[in-house]
C-alpha cells in the first residue's frame, strides 16, 4: 500500500510539471521575446528570391501563452512569405506557444519584375498579437530589376551595357566568329553553377571608376565572400579575351583556358583585375597564354595561378598574396610546369617582372621543368616567398615581408616602410607600356623605379 503511495505521488508531480509549462495565461505582460525587430534582405534579383532568413519567438514565462495572431500585413499580395511549423502562409491564429519554449520564423521574398531601371525598396511587416500586445517586425528588401538570360549563344556581336544588370543562369556560349563587348560598369552575376564558354572573343572593358562585375547573383551580405558560387570563365581553343578593369570573384574557377591562341591576338590580356574567393584557383592554364599586368589576386583554395602543359606567360607589376581565409591551402600561389600528362607537354615561356609573390606558405613559387621540352623563365626585380636560393639574381628580393597595409582586411597597398619600394625595373621598352604598364591598378602614374606589385606608392 506505501509502495503505491509513492508512485501515486511521482506521478501527480510529473503530471503537475508537465502541465505548469501548458497553463495558458492571459497576463498581458506575457509578451513574446523577439530577438530582432526588423529584418533586412540584401538586394534581390526581381523574380527569383532571396535566401531564407529566421526570427526566433520565446516564450520566457512559466505558463502557455495564445499566440492570437501572426499575419503579414500586406496579406497575400506582400512579396515576403512566412513559414511557421513547416506551413508556408501569409496568417496563423490561436497558436500555442508553451512556456520556456520557442518558435521558429522563417521569412523569404520574391520581388515581381516591373520596369524600374535603379534599385528600389520593398517593404512589409509582421504582426504578432497576444494577450493584447501587438508586436511588429519590420520587413525590408532592396530590389533590383535586371536582364535575365537562361544559358543560350552569343552567335552575333554583342553590347551588353551597363543599364541593368546580366543574371546569366546555366551556359552562355559566345560563339566563334562573334564578340562580346562589355560596357564600363557592366555587372555579370552568375546563378548556381553557371558559366560564360568563350568561343569567339570577350572584351571586357572597364574604367578605374567603372570597373566591370563578375560574381554570383547572391547580392546577401552572407554570400559576399563565399567562394565556389558559380562555375568562372571559360577560354575554349578559338577563344580569345581581353579583361581590363575588372573585379572576378566567388567562381569554383576565375578563368580557365585550354589552349594557345589559334590567330595572331593574344589568347588573353589581363589588366588591372581583381580576382579572389575563388574555390580552387584564380587562373587555370593548359597550355596556354596570359599577358597579365597590375592584377591583384588572393584567397583561392588551391592556386592563383596553375599553368601546365607549357605555354606563354608574361606577368609584370601583380600582386598574388597568398592568404587563405576560407582554406587550408598546401600548393604554391603560382604553379609552372611543361608537363601535363606524359602525352602532353610543350614549351614554356615564362616572365615574371616586378611583381609581388607572398603568401602563408614557406614557398609560394613552383616552376617545375619534367619533361625535354624547352623551358625559358626570365624572372626578373621581384619579392618572391620562397625556399629556393635560384631566383636570388636579377634583382629580386627573397623572402623580406611586403608589409602590406592590412592583409586581414584585405588591403595589399604599401606601408612607408615596405621593402617593395622603388625596386622595380624599368619596363617603358615593353610594348605593353603605354597600353597598361605606366599606370597601376588605380590608375596612379608609375615612376620608375616603381613600387612592386599593382600598387604604386611615390
Known sequence: MRLVI??????????????????????????????????LFDTIFTSIGST??????????????????IKLSGGVSSPFNIN?????????????????????????????????????????????????????IQLIAYGQNAVFINGGLISSNTIWNNTLPYVVSNSITIKNGSTLNLQPG??????KDASMIVEGNLNALGTTTEPIQFCSDRLEEF?????????????????????????????????????????????????????KNMQVAAYIGYHSELIGFNNLLYNC???????????????????FAGYNLNFARKTAALSFSDYLSANAYNSLKLDLANNIIWGNLNNELDIQKKTTANVQINILT?????????YATNGNILNIDPEFVSNSTQNFELLDNSSALKKGSNLAADPYFALYLNHD??????????SLGCYEKN
Open 441 to 450: 591598378l588605380k590608375y596612379k602614374t608609375r615612376i620608375f623605379p616603381s
Open 186 to 191: 557592366a555587372r555579370i552575376y552568375f546563378h
Open 6 to 39: 509513492i508512485y501515486c505521488s511521482v506521478f501527480f508531480m510529473l503530471l503537475s510539471a508537465c502541465r505548469k509549462g501548458e497553463r495558458i495565461t492571459i497576463d498581458p505582460n506575457a509578451k513574446l521575446n523577439i530577438e530582432k525587430d526588423s529584418v
Open 52 to 69: 531564407t532568413k529566421r526570427i526566433k519567438l520565446v516564450n520566457k514565462n512559466s505558463d502557455a501563452v495564445n499566440i492570437e495572431e
Open 382 to 390: 621581384n619579392l618572391i616567398k620562397t625556399t629556393s636560393t635560384n
Open 84 to 136: 511557421i511549423n513547416g506551413e508556408s502562409t501569409v496568417q496563423k491564429n490561436n497558436l500555442i506557444l508553451n512556456g520556456q519554449d520557442s518558435l521558429n520564423l522563417f521569412i523569404k521574398v520574391t520581388i515581381n519584375p516591373n520596369t524600374k531601371n535603379l534599385a528600389f525598396l520593398v517593404q512589409d511587416s509582421i504582426i504578432l498579437n497576444t494577450n493584447g500586445n501587438r508586436q511588429v
Open 301 to 319: 583554395g588551391n592556386y592563383l595561378i596553375y599553368a601546365v602543359g607549357g605555354g606563354n606567360y608574361n606577368l609584370k607589376q601583380n600582386t
Open 223 to 275: 554570400y559576399n565572400d563565399e567562394p565556389g558560387q558559380w562555375k568562372g570563365i571559360y577560354l575554349k581553343r578559338t577563344g580569345n579575351g581581353i579583361i581590363r578593369n575588372a573585379i572576378i570573384k566567388n567562381a569554383s574557377v576565375g578563368i580557365t583556358s585550354d589552349s594557345l591562341s589559334v590567330n595572331a591576338n593574344p589568347k588573353l590580356i589581363l589588366s588591372n583585375t581583381v580576382l
